[in-house]
Nanobody, 125 residues
Framework: QVRLVESGGGLVQAGGSLRLSCAAFGGTFSNYAMAWFRQTPEKEREFVAGISWSGSRTFYANSVKGRFTISRDNAKNTVYVQMNSLKPEDTAVYYC??????????????????WGQGTQVTVSS
């Protein structure tokens, strides 16, 4: 059983930056591929970024490529997403997710067994 706790959300102006963190409790963190998803009331949950066990492979949605960077620190049991050049359309609740096998391509939400509670990111224009 893995418990995920996100932090770092908030209100930022367009063009600004935020870094989200997700701390994992329980399990062996390095045995889990990790990802970030986001959701708004108008849209289904969508993939944002994913990272393999070792961090050697990363995957991004086209909408965030070049602006967001996912990383992990296996010693701290934490995954991050650095979000730069934020746009109002990035406004959403961001969720951290974990799956107990490695990922080799862009994953889908249904693959992930463990989810955090979400953190709100609001980008004002």
């Amino acid at each position: 059983q893995v418990r995920l706790v996100e932090s770092g959300g908030g209100l930022v102006q367009a063009g600004g930056s935020l870094r989200l963190s997700c701390a994992a409790f329980g399990g062996t963190f390095s045995n889990y591929a990790m990802a970030w998803f986001r959701q708004t009331p108008e849209k289904e949950r969508e993939f944002v970024a994913g990272i393999s066990w070792s961090g050697s492979r990363t995957f991004y949605a086209n909408s965030v490529k070049g602006r967001f960077t996912i990383s992990r620190d296996n010693a701290k049991n934490t995954v991050y997403v650095q979000m730069n050049s934020l746009k109002p359309e990035d406004t959403a609740v961001y969720y951290c997710a974990a799956v107990s096998y490695d990922i080799v391509a862009e994953p889908i939400a249904e693959e992930f067994r463990y989810w955090g509670q979400g953190t709100q990111v609001t980008v004002s224009s």
